[in-house]
């Protein structure tokens, strides 16, 4: 499936507790995509731990290719029936597509229904019901195409206003009324549309959550890739390889480094432009080139970038606004990007170079590693090259 499966969770703790009862898991393998979503009983560290395990124990059979009565069994011997109450420990909503058809299905063991829209819309799905194990599972299968939204909720999201503005709290049906007007406004992300609904959801219990409240989201959308372009390859000879690679590249382009910068004007048979108005007194400036939507001065605008991207968190509505700087710039294309490509030239500038460390380690690589383990913290796919 040539699209991106954009997926976002947020969680509303009930009022007073530290730790939510509700957990969500995401897998994402090179054919298979999982997402797992359980509602611990109750609430607070008990609560928190039975999901968390319950997620875990899901996530790590199906990717082994369990059978699902195999799954349902390890769950229930796991987590034993509440005595008291007669109810199950935790529920539990797992969503598995593949990532190159788009087929998709829906496991939903006592959680609200799934809502799936397309183009804007809420769509039927084909549903079944097996009995496993004396429990009642729904199984529901579909198609994905760009556009498309998967989402999951725990309990808490139709408890919202319930005593406060109504007797019955949000329906499932006026959730979804809710994320079809979310589509109005054309979202672009699947951060935009649960936002817009836990937002909701929060409002309606008055700052007085009542319940754990999660909503999970998969939306269909065109991917954003990112290919930077940094240090100068170690054979001179494979510098227009390498900028060739650049330019064929399908996505936002990036350069960062002086020399580097120099190298691929060459190719252009360009020179390149400098913006003062973007130099800071720790961020030199960005230049311009055509064909290049990015290019900034290499070690220490990374640096800060790095720095800006710890700072934040990866919330790119946390990022400085002014001063419009290089590193500002290159933090915002990387947390805009789906996936990253780093083409990391190997040749040593001596004048970056830290006489403590092996004279084959760079600091430029050991940035570039830093800089992709945090972008896949992120749940970004990175692809570093060395050449």
Not at 151 to 159: L, Q
Not at 177 to 195: C, E, K, L, M, T
Request: glycine letters at 8%; hydrophobic letters at 40%.
């Amino acid at each position: 499936m040539d699209n991106f499966l954009d997926i976002f969770e947020l969680s509303l703790n009930k009022t007073g507790e530290r730790l939510c009862g509700d957990r969500v898991k995401v897998f994402k393998g090179e054919h298979r995509t999982i997402v797992v979503l359980s509602d611990g009983l109750g609430s607070g560290v008990k609560a928190n731990i039975l999901a968390t395990l319950t997620t875990e124990i899901i996530l790590t059979m199906l990717k082994a290719e369990a059978r699902l009565e195999e799954v349902i069994q390890t769950v229930i011997q796991t987590l034993p029936i509440c005595q008291v109450r007669k109810i199950a420990y935790a529920t539990f909503t797992v969503i598995e597509i593949d990532n190159l058809t788009g087929d998709f299905k829906v496991i939903n063991f006592d959680n609200p229904p799934v809502f799936y829209l397309r183009g804007g819309w809420l769509s039927d799905l084909k549903k079944r019901t097996e009995n496993i194990l004396g429990k009642e599972i729904c199984i529901a299968a579909g198609h994905l195409q760009r556009g498309d939204f998967l989402g999951v909720i725990s309990d808490g999201v139709i408890h919202a206003g319930m005593g406060i503005t109504r007797n019955f709290g949000w329906s499932w049906e006026e959730v979804a009324r809710h994320i079809q007007d979310v589509f109005r406004w054309n979202p672009h992300s699947a951060r935009s549309i649960v936002q817009r609904v836990i937002a909701e959801a929060h409002s309606l219990y008055q700052g007085d959550v009542g319940d754990d409240t999660t909503f999970a989201g998969v939306f269909v959308r065109e991917r954003n890739a990112l290919m930077i372009f940094t240090g100068p390859p170690l054979n001179m000879a494979d510098d227009e390889i390498y900028v060739s690679r650049l330019m064929a590249f399908s996505g936002r382009k990036v350069v960062c480094g002086g020399t580097t910068g120099n190298i691929v004007a060459d190719y252009l048979g360009e020179r390149i432009e400098t913006d003062v108005n973007t130099l800071q007194e720790d961020v030199p400036p960005i230049g311009y080139l055509s064909r290049i939507d990015l290019l900034t001065e290499g070690i220490l605008t990374m640096i800060k970038t790095l720095e800006y991207l710890k700072e934040t968190r990866g919330n790119i509505q946390r990022l400085p606004r002014k001063p419009r700087n290089g590193a500002v710039m290159l933090a915002k294309e990387m947390l805009q990007a789906d996936y990253i490509e780093f083409l990391v030239g190997q040749k040593i500038n001596e004048f970056y170079q830290n006489p403590f460390l092996p004279q084959n380690l760079s600091i430029r690589i050991n940035l570039i590693r830093e800089l992709a383990e945090f972008l896949r913290s992120l749940k970004k796919a990175v692809k570093v090259d060395f050449c």
